[in-house]
């Protein structure tokens, strides 16, 4: 599933424009990554509780495909369980990679299907969801359970 290109184009903008949950959290350690070919960068702070996703947040400068992506995320992930979150991004690193087709459930996530045509900008789509996944891992696993 795909949304219409004028719509894709008008999320991943605003989001880039107006990046959502953005600045870090108090007493979070951030998980910084690069994205050297594109010169994307990008922290993520994630704030575990009672295996929820309580808090997440961003800070980056990049391409629009890689700050909206990380806003966007932070949108569709704050107060999920974990597993819902994991769920969530394996179903769009699988839509990103073009390896499935995604699902109404990705929301607004949707607008980042077209990236999986441009292989080059994959990275720049994942580089805030794998930075999520190095925070998320680095929990104490108190906070996970």
């Known amino acids: 599933m795909q949304l219409p290109e004028t719509v894709a184009k008008q999320i991943i903008a605003d989001h880039q424009r107006r990046p959502r949950h953005t600045g870090p959290l108090d007493g979070v350690e951030g998980i910084t990554l690069d994205n050297p070919g594109c010169g994307d960068q990008v922290t993520v702070w994630a704030d575990l509780q009672g295996g929820r996703i309580a808090g997440l947040t961003f800070s980056g400068k990049g391409c629009a495909i890689s700050q909206s992506s990380a806003s966007l995320m932070t949108v569709t992930l704050t107060g999920k369980t974990l ?8 179903q769009f690193r699988a839509m990103v990679m073009g390896e499935a087709e995604g699902t109404p459930g990705l929301g607004d996530l949707l607008a980042l299907a077209g990236v999986s045509r441009l292989h080059a ?3 720049c789509a994942l580089l805030a969801w794998r930075a999520l996944e190095q925070a998320l891992a680095s929990q104490p696993a108190s906070l996970t359970d």
């Open 121 to 123: 900008r994959r990275k």
């Open 83 to 90: 597993p819902e979150a994991q769920a969530l991004a394996g």
